[in-house]
């Protein structure tokens, strides 16, 4: 495989999705094993490329580069670098459980598997696209297989079944039925989902637009644009053109992350979606948008970066609070999960904000290890509501005794949640936590409360559904035994406790691809500073900071490098 | 002015396609008139062979690069001539095998019904060769001449009937405003030919005969204002009809208008980009909003085409090469999404007899083959990657931007958002709601392989767009002296120069 690993990875679940279109429908075991194989590939491949990654060298690897348009210039550059490598191996994670999650699934068996294919290489193609075109179209690739998974193999919620009447019948498939909140169908979620990113979408688009027509290189390639686009210092509306496309970036792509004001059609999303949906949903979907953020808005617009990040910090703590509170509240096992899900995605986001080597590291492989945590979560959710038909958490209780291996996991899987020790997320937790301190203390306090309200509510969900008595009608539920049905969860289990104990690998491939980043956010200085020190300035060109050696950059931040002066060069 | 007629050998080779199909009109009249009892379906395949015959060729014109002008410049073949000449005759190919199926719904001239489909084709191509006033008022005229018939084709059918009295009063309104147009403009210069006005003094005589002129093709391709006859004429019209309407005069009529405000009003850019933009932002808008509210495919799809006019327009208000290239790639992209979602409009009606929304429920059960496919040309009119709609609208996007046309592109982008809900409606009824009657539907043979084609188009576009951009840009070679990327570029403050 060597050099093209990436391409088998991206194109293994891609070329699964073209054969099962070829394949009958009856020949269920066909379809799951076509299914299940290209995920395999892709799977081995991601395992190669997470393992194989130099990060010694750092910068991009596995690079492949095919012109694509020359009138837009554009082309297929992949590569990754120690941020989306851990990211694409989280995808085929997933997207492997997933397919076994899904094993029970009869109605229209091989059009589910199609989607969830075409989903899964969508989005591992956002962490492998080095080109703003093709992080868009592959972005923007991943919403429509949402919208047919919620709607064709989701569930509504109970309320929703509850509403019988026919005018009520009249109000879901209303034009005004956006702002009908009483009754979350799969339709209204998978709608509102949709529109909500792709509006949010545009907005990034518009960014990328703005990107494209003010560097002026005629190039959407992101290596060349973080090089070369001169966007700072162009005075529009009042303001600066590089804010303006720095909130677009952000806000454009927060919005999928979820951050707090843009969150509400995430809980509402996983709650209609199936299992495997749901688990590549809040597993990596959401974390596209921290990847997008960091490939586009970090890599093109660093000082802008270090100059409006404080935004995040701000609305980050919302996300921890109020996720984690309503979902303290919520009555619906897939509510919890998913408004921990935005809740969690809060811990990220002040990772990022703190620009510090440690805390970004942190946040990185915090996604790494939600992944997996919110993977399993919503496997058991998803098998729960398989043997029993609900999610209503009052109404259940006491499977324990008709789970037991279902129960352990579950177990397992809160600690996880929680980044209790002898997981991965509680050194990911650690490293935010400690690497934001300094910047932001408040928020780290905050934080601090949102894993106490993680503890509160995952026990609350755990007791309601494992302790207590059970009611009769749940009697015939019945435990994982299968091997197609315990694969999954020991697969998620075994990533998450094995990186507690070894982390390192993980570490360094996220820190060689965190370092130059924020080497380069934090070592230019204010524009007054510069002038003040103009004599003693010392001219260097704009940090080349994919090939430096940055690990002793830290104390060097006040090393100045004066922006403007580039136009003499 | 000095007209002859004298013409060599090489100017005819000019006409040569537009003489084949000339005499293969003839040619199945003669066939309809002496075997009246032919099945129709020999005489669609006969229409299809003598369009196949032009379309070859065309393209061999385009390979061998033949171009030149006739009779004092009123008729010219260019690169771009021979583009839309490909893109109608294409067209036309698709909505006859579409219509072989339909055509059994006619009680009376079956066999008419190809002459005038391909006698509407024939001065469609003349319309993308007209280089004066003059030539596209006769191409103008000449081309829909054939469509006020084929719209009222069903005769027992009052919305059919009441389509054909509409398209006509309003389409005589239009040829009216056209006609007057050209007068002012013949008044204020004394010109007829395009590349003759370049240098013309602005006056309000020729503002006014412009705006009438544009107005003309404005009906043409249903741009708002001038849309009011679009919802009605296609809901009415025989579906094939609709289709062919749908795509082959808009082609044919952004011919006419990129040789108007490139060629002759190139000076006047700052002006008429004003109209543009006010035109493409009310398209848009209008469009998009009110299709939210349609129950029938057809009407649907009637304000998503005024709403993807909107968009095409953008790219006109661009104004520079690129913004040209990017809207024959647009009207590419647009021509398979829609004849295939057209194709299957008739594949469908043809199986339930209805055209409903509402009777699309279930069609991912009853037709997966369908229902995939309307999935596939709804998402890439909506713009959804990696469909060809999406490389189109972001190429309309890219070209716009290069001139800094911030507040098109914004309106434009909300309105994909807006139009993408109408599409999963659709999308929602054909998967998620469940059939009111699950017997499988099915599909004939012709109606398959405009499908098949139209998903290729829509498919290989989307994924591998190099050859067809490269098209484009060949085939608007002749507009490369217009101002290119403006550089516009908002000059950076003062830069304070460090010691040395």
């Given at each position: ?133 093709f992080l868009y179209f592959f972005y923007e690739m991943s919403v429509i297989p949402m ?423 | ?381 909506a713009g959804v990657p990696p469909l060809a709609g999406f490389i189109g609208k972001l ?106």
């Amino acid at each position: 495989m060597g050099d093209y690993a990436l391409l088998y990875i991206l194109f293994a679940p891609f070329a699964g999705a073209i054969a099962l279109i070829f394949v009958s429908n009856r020949q269920a075991m066909l379809v799951r094993s076509i299914a299940a194989g290209s995920a395999f590939i892709c799977l081995l491949a991601s395992l190669y490329l997470f393992y194989s990654y130099d990060y010694v060298k750092g910068g991009f690897q596995f690079v492949q580069r095919f012109e694509w348009s020359r009138q837009l210039g554009i082309s297929l550059h992949l590569g990754v670098d120690g941020i989306g490598t851990p990211l694409v191996l989280a995808s085929a994670i997933l997207l492997f459980a997933g397919i076994f999650v899904s094993w029970h699934i009869k109605d229209r068996t091989k059009e589910f598997y199609i989607w969830l294919l075409i989903l899964a290489a969508a989005t591992i193609g956002v962490f492998m696209s080095l080109d703003l075109f093709f992080l868009y179209f592959f972005y923007e690739m991943s919403v429509i297989p949402m919208y047919l998974l919620l709607g064709m193999w989701g569930s509504h919620t109970k309320k929703y079944n509850e509403m019988t009447d026919p005018e009520g019948l009249k109000q879901r498939d209303s034009v005004g039925f956006i702002f009908n909140f009483g009754s979350n169908s799969k339709e209204y979620a998978a709608m509102k989902l949709v529109l909500f990113l792709s509006a949010f979408a545009v907005a990034a688009l518009m960014g990328i637009l703005l990107i494209y027509k003010y560097s002026g290189l005629n190039t959407f390639d992101i290596l060349v644009l973080r090089e070369q686009a001169k966007l700072m210092n162009i005075p529009v509306l009042g303001t600066t053109l590089d804010k303006i496309i720095w909130l677009l970036i952000f806000f454009g792509f927060a919005s999928i992350a979820p951050l707090w004001p843009l969150h509400s059609w995430s809980p509402v999303g996983h709650a209609a979606a199936p299992a495997a949906t749901s688990m590549l949903h809040a597993g990596v979907l959401m974390k596209l948008g921290h990847f997008s953020i960091i490939r586009v808005a970090f890599e093109i617009l660093p000082e802008t970066t270090r100059e409006l990040m404080p935004i995040a910090a701000v609305l980050c703590m919302f996300s921890i609070v109020y996720g984690g509170f309503v979902a303290f509240y919520a009555k619906d096992t897939k509510y919890v999960i998913g408004y921990s899900s935005s809740s969690h995605m809060g811990y990220v986001f002040l990772g990022m904000a703190a620009l510090d080597y440690i805390s970004l590291t942190g946040a990185v492989m915090y996604m790494f290890a939600h992944a997996m945590a919110t993977g399993m979560l919503f496997a058991m959710a998803g098998w729960v509501y398989d043997q029993t038909h609900t999610r209503d958490i009052p109404s259940l209780g006491g499977l324990s005794n008709r789970m037991p291996f279902i129960y352990a996991c579950f177990v397992v899987g809160c600690m996880a949640s929680i980044g209790v020790p002898g997981t991965v997320n509680f050194i990911a937790e650690v490293m935010i936590i400690v690497g934001s301190w300094n910047k932001y203390p408040f928020q780290v306090i905050v934080a601090v409360v949102g894993i106490v309200l993680t503890f509160a509510y995952l026990f609350k969900m755990m007791r309601g559904l494992f302790y207590g008595p059970m009611d009769q009608k749940y009697s015939h539920a019945h435990d994982a035994v299968a091997v197609v049905d315990r694969l999954p969860l020991l697969i998620m289990i075994t990533v998450s406790i094995g990186f507690f104990f070894f982390p390192m690998h993980l570490y360094n491939v996220v820190r060689s691809g965190v370092d130059p980043l924020i080497a380069k956010i934090t070592r230019v200085v204010p524009v007054a500073l510069q002038e003040r020190d103009a004599s003693s300035v010392t001219r260097e060109a704009r940090a080349d900071s994919s090939q430096q050696n940055v690990a002793a950059l830290p104390g060097d931040v006040l090393r100045l490098t004066p922006r403007t002066s580039r136009s003499d060069q | 002015m000095n007209f002859s007629l004298t013409m060599s050998p090489s100017d005819l080779l000019l006409l040569l396609p537009e003489i084949l199909l000339t005499s293969w009109l003839c040619l199945i009249l003669i066939i309809d008139f002496s075997f009246p009892r032919l099945p129709n379906e020999q005489l669609a395949y006969l229409s299809i062979a003598g369009l196949g015959a032009t379309l070859g060729c065309l393209a061999w014109f385009n390979i061998t690069g033949i171009t030149g002008t006739l009779f004092a410049h009123m008729f010219v073949l260019d690169g771009m001539a021979l583009f839309f000449k490909m893109f109608i005759v294409g067209s036309t190919i698709l909505v006859i095998l579409a219509s072989i199926d339909y055509v059994h719904r006619f009680r009376f001239f079956r066999g008419e019904y190809y002459f005038l489909i391909v006698m509407s084709a024939l001065g469609m191509m003349f319309m993308a060769s007209a280089n004066d006033l003059l030539s596209v008022f006769v191409t103008l005229e000449f081309s829909t001449f054939g469509f006020y018939v084929l719209v009222a084709y069903l005769r027992e059918d009052m919305a059919s009937n009441e389509a054909g009295i509409k398209f006509f009063i309003l389409g005589v309104f239009a040829a009216a405003l056209l006609a007057y147009g050209i007068s002012l403009v013949y008044g204020e210069t004394g010109k007829l030919v395009f590349s003759d006005m370049k240098a013309t003094q602005a006056t309000p005589g020729l503002a006014i005969g412009f705006l009438l002129i544009f107005g003309a093709l404005g009906f043409k391709i249903g741009a708002v204002p001038f849309h009011s006859w679009i919802p009605d004429t296609y809901h009415g019209s025989p579906t094939p009809v609709t289709a062919f309407l749908s795509i082959a005069p808009k082609g044919a009529a952004f011919a006419i208008l990129l040789r108007m405000f490139f060629v002759a009003l190139a000076t006047f850019k700052p002006v008429w980009i004003l109209l543009l933009v006010a035109a493409s932002i009310l398209s848009m808008t209008y469009g998009n909003i009110v299709a939210i509210a349609q129950k029938n495919m057809k009407r649907l799809l009637a304000y998503s085409g005024i709403a993807q006019i909107g968009n095409v327009l953008i790219g006109l208000a661009a104004g520079t090469k690129m913004g040209s290239d990017a809207i024959l790639f647009y009207l590419l992209t647009y021509l398979f999404a829609n004849l295939g979602a057209f194709a299957i409009i008739i594949a469908v009606s043809e199986a339930i007899g209805s055209e409903e929304i509402d009777d699309y429920s279930g069609l991912g059960r009853r037709s997966p083959f369908l229902a995939f496919s309307m999935l596939i040309f709804l998402l890439s009119l909506a713009g959804v990657p990696p469909l060809a709609g999406f490389i189109g609208k972001l190429y309309i996007f890219v070209a716009a931007m290069k001139e800094g046309l911030f507040t098109l592109i914004t309106v434009g982008l909300i309105n994909i958002v807006i139009s993408m809900y109408y599409y999963l409606i659709v999308v929602k009824k054909m998967y998620i709601s469940e059939p009111h009657d699950p017997s499988p539907l099915k599909v004939s043979g012709p109606i398959k392989v405009v499908v098949y084609v139209c998903l290729a188009g829509t498919l290989v576009i989307g994924v591998y767009p190099q050859p067809f951009t490269d098209w484009v840009v060949s085939a608007l070679l002749m507009f490369s002296n217009l101002a290119g990327p403006t550089a516009s570029l908002p000059v950076p403050p003062a830069v304070i120069p460090f010691g040395g």
